[in-house]
T-cell receptor, first 114, second 112 residues
Framework: DAGVTQSPTHLIKTRGQHVTLRCSPISGHKSVSWYQQVLGQGPQFIFQYYEKEERGRGNFPDRFSARQFPNYSSELNVNALLLGDSALYLC?????????????FGSGTRLTVV | GEDVEQSLFLSVREGDSSVINCTYTDSSSTYLYWYKQEPGAGLQLLTYIFSNMDMKQDQRLTVLLNKKDKHLSLRIADTQTGDSAIYFCAENPYYNNNDMRFGAGTRLTVKP
């Protein structure tokens, strides 16, 4: 079975541009969460979606938005990119929203803003 | 704000035991986790423990939970060079924001 898949794996963007990151959860998982991991730090929670509805939002500016599709895949959008948005963006999925038994993470999208 | 805290580095010899410690923030956290991250990869769930447990053992891994001190530890028995990675402690307060809070990670280096 495929795990959580994310695309693209690497991306280089210029300040001010917009980026869309994509995630496909494990088959049967209805919850998708997004995390930002800056080099040398632990992941920081951005969003969680369950059954296409936003269930949680972390402390990130409105430049960050996300959505979940009927097939439970998800997109993370970031507008007006800043240098500080350079990070590894991780997607995680679980069967239920609380992730009681832990989330399964994808390998991430490495975003570099220049 | 409050942070999940971990020591940043740990170095051990192959075959020794490794103990990675973590202090979490929320006494109401119901679920606590250990994740492993190898270079260039995502996070791999190693094990989890519910707050109504004091200890959990899974092959070479032993998790100890001290709820009074909000302290979590991960012991790796017979540490191997393949265990070299960054280990993250995480808590899930299980209220409606549904976020997991991670520590900064402990980089474990296993020397042959």
């Amino acid at each position: 079975d495929a795990g959580v898949t994310q695309s693209p794996t690497h991306l280089i963007k210029t300040r001010g541009q917009h980026v869309t990151l994509r995630c496909s959860p494990i088959s049967g998982h209805k919850s998708v969460s997004w995390y930002q991991q800056v080099l040398g730090q632990g992941p920081q929670f951005i969003f969680q979606y369950y059954e296409k509805e936003e269930r949680g939002r972390g402390n990130f500016p409105d430049r960050f938005s996300a959505r979940q599709f009927p097939n439970y895949s998800s997109e993370l959008n970031v507008n007006a990119l800043l240098l500080g948005d350079s990070a590894l963006y991780l997607c995680a999925s679980s069967e239920e929203p609380q992730g009681a038994f832990g989330y399964t993470f994808g390998s991430g999208t490495r975003l570099t803003v220049v | 704000g409050e942070d999940v805290e971990q020591s940043l580095f740990l170095s051990v010899r192959e075959g020794d035991s490794s103990v990675i410690n973590c202090t979490y923030t929320d006494s109401s956290s119901t679920y606590l986790y250990w994740y492993k991250q190898e270079p260039g990869a995502g996070l791999q769930l190693l094990t989890y423990i519910f707050s109504n447990m004091d200890m959990k053992q899974d092959q070479r891994l032993t998790v100890l939970l001290n709820k009074k001190d909000k302290h979590l530890s991960l012991r790796i028995a017979d540490t191997q060079t393949g265990d070299s990675a960054i280990y993250f402690c995480a808590e899930n307060p299980y209220y409606n924001n549904n976020d997991m809070r991670f520590g900064a990670g402990t980089r474990l280096t296993v020397k042959p």
